[in-house]
């Protein structure tokens, strides 16, 4: 994994709050942006999420997935101080999607 390493908690519907690592170099933040607008809404990739063949580290709490736009992301728990975080990005980004499929323009306010 990159020391560059960007994270992204979110809240899946399993319950699981995730860190979704992603590095910047490589991947632009709009195109992971609008990667955990449709991540968020599905299984954490420990109890059934979409991921393909998910490599798990010698600690087994990290992973590498190649999703559909073909980049990398990397994932791991959250650490307990980091959950309310996740529940509240998880919130915004239902909030921008929900209003997007009603056609309304959305924004999402930073914590």
């Given at each position: 994994?990159?020391?560059?390493?960007?994270?992204t908690p979110l809240r899946h519907p399993c319950g699981c709050a995730?860190?979704?690592?992603?590095?910047?170099?490589?991947?632009?933040?709009?195109?992971?942006?609008?990667w955990c607008s449709y991540a968020f809404d599905h299984p954490c990739?420990?109890?059934?999420?979409?991921?393909?063949?998910?490599?798990?580290?010698?600690?087994?709490?990290?992973?590498?997935?190649?999703?559909?736009?073909?980049f990398t992301v990397y994932a791991r728990l959250t650490a307990d101080?980091?959950?309310?975080?996740?529940?509240?990005?998880?919130?915004?980004?239902?909030?921008?999607?929900?209003?997007?499929?009603?056609?309304?323009?959305?924004?999402?306010?930073?914590?």
């Amino acid at each position: 994994m990159p020391s560059d390493t960007q994270w992204t908690p979110l809240r899946h519907p399993c319950g699981c709050a995730v860190d979704w690592g992603w590095n910047k170099a490589s991947q632009s933040p709009p195109v992971f942006i609008d990667w955990c607008s449709y991540a968020f809404d599905h299984p954490c990739p420990w109890h059934g999420g979409e991921c393909n063949a998910p490599v798990f580290s010698e600690a087994g709490d990290i992973l590498l997935l190649e999703p559909s736009p073909g980049f990398t992301v990397y994932a791991r728990l959250t650490a307990d101080d980091d959950t309310a975080l996740a529940d509240t990005i998880t919130a915004q980004l239902r909030h921008v999607t929900e209003h997007q499929a009603r056609g309304r323009e959305a924004v999402a306010v930073a914590p």
